[in-house]
């Protein structure tokens, strides 16, 4: 489980160090939480944290990388955005369709949400050299 490694991000001081850094406000920081059949408290337990961070959560897209062959994925992210759209800068949405040569799991919806994310940067032309990219190594 993520959530004690994601309980110490809290004692980093992130505005410290985004001041610090001459262009830290303008970073635009993608966080992708690759789930499937989480339990919606675990999801929120972990977008909260984001949330109770000094990291400026205002500039953070929040992709919630789910996959489409889960029944409730639809459910858990209509309440996910609902709960937490005003929060993010934006919330991204993603099902992953899973193909033949695929093996189902976190694994492959983080890859899909990835290039998703790509596409979204381009059209939304959001500066690549400001953006950054993270996910969730631990897949919650």
């Not at 193909?99 to 799991?105: K, L």
């Amino acid at each position: 489980c993520a959530l004690p490694i994601l309980k110490q991000f809290k004692r980093i001081k992130f505005a410290e160090k985004l001041i610090k850094n001459k262009i830290g406000k303008e970073i635009d920081h993608f966080v992708i939480i690759p789930n499937y059949k989480e339990h919606l408290n675990k999801l929120n337990a972990t977008i909260r944290l984001l949330t109770r961070s000094d990291y400026p959560y205002k500039n953070i897209y929040l992709v919630l990388a789910f996959e489409e062959r889960e029944e409730e994925a639809k459910k858990k992210a209509m309440k996910l955005v609902k709960k937490y759209r005003n929060k993010f800068k934006d919330i991204i949405v993603t099902y992953h369709t899973l193909m033949s040569n695929e093996t189902g799991g976190k694994a492959s919806n983080q890859t899909f949400a990835a290039k998703v994310v790509d596409s979204y940067v381009s059209k939304k032309r959001v500066k690549k050299d400001r953006a950054l990219f993270m996910y969730s190594p631990y897949g919650l």
